[in-house]
C-alpha cells in the first residue's frame, strides 16, 4: 500500500466540500441581499416541517389508539398541520411569529449566557460568555423594538449571516485539509 493511495478519497471529499462551501457562502449572500426571500422560504420551510410533523403525530395516533395517548397525539397532529397550513396561507404572519419567538429566544439565551458568565467568572475565558450575553441581548431587545416591522428582514438576514459563516468556515477546514493531504509524508 503506497502512502499517497489514502489521499485520493480524502482530496475529493476536500474538493467537494470547497464547492459545497462556494455555494453556502453564495446562498447565504443573496439571503444578506435578499432578506425578505430567504425569510419567506425559512417561513414555508417551517410551515412544511409542522405539516410533515403533523402528519406523524396523526399516524403515531393511529397505530398507538390502543394505549390511552391516540387522542392527544391526534390533537397535537391536528394543531401542526392547522398552523402549518395556516403559515403556508400567510407566510408573511408566519414570519413576524418566527421573529418575535426568534426575540424570546435570543433574550432568554442572554439570560442564561450572563448566568453561566457569572458562575464560571474565576475561569479564565468566561468573560466571553458575558460578551456574547451582551451582543444576544442587545440583538434580542434590537429585533422585539422593532418587532413586527423588523420579521420582513431580521430573520433572512441571520440565516444568511448564518450560511455565510459556515460556508467560510468550511471552506477555510477544506482549504486546510487539501493543504495537509497535497503535503509530502516526511
Known amino acids: 500500500m503506497s502512502a499517497s493511495s489514502p489521499a485520493t478519497p480524502a482530496t475529493n471529499s476536500a474538493g467537494f466540500s470547497v464547492a459545497l462551501s462556494g455555494l453556502m457562502i453564495f446562498a447565504g449572500l443573496l439571503a444578506v441581499i435578499l432578506p425578505q426571500v430567504a425569510g419567506i422560504a425559512v417561513s414555508l420551510l417551517v410551515a412544511w416541517l409542522l405539516i410533515f410533523s403533523g402528519i406523524a403525530h396523526l399516524a403515531f395516533a393511529w397505530h398507538t389508539h390502543e394505549h390511552g ?98 460556508g467560510s468556515s468550511r471552506l477555510m477546514l477544506s482549504l486546510a485539509a487539501r493543504g495537509v493531504v497535497k503535503a509530502p509524508a516526511a
Request: proline share 4%; net charge positive.
Open 69 to 166: 395517548g391516540a387522542i392527544w397525539e391526534f390533537l397535537v397532529g391536528i394543531l401542526y398541520i392547522a398552523i402549518g397550513v395556516y403559515i403556508l396561507i400567510n407566510p408573511v404572519a408566519g414570519l413576524a411569529s418566527i421573529t418575535f419567538w426568534l426575540a424570546i429566544y435570543l433574550f432568554v439565551k442572554a439570560v442564561l449566557e450572563f448566568a453561566m458568565g457569572l458562575k464560571l467568572r474565576p475561569r479564565p475565558g468566561s468573560g466571553w460568555l458575558l460578551f456574547d450575553g451582551i451582543v444576544t441581548l442587545i440583538l434580542a431587545v434590537l429585533i422585539w423594538r422593532t418587532w413586527p416591522s423588523s420579521s420582513e428582514w431580521v430573520v433572512g438576514t441571520l440565516v444568511g449571516i448564518s450560511m455565510l459563516f459556515s
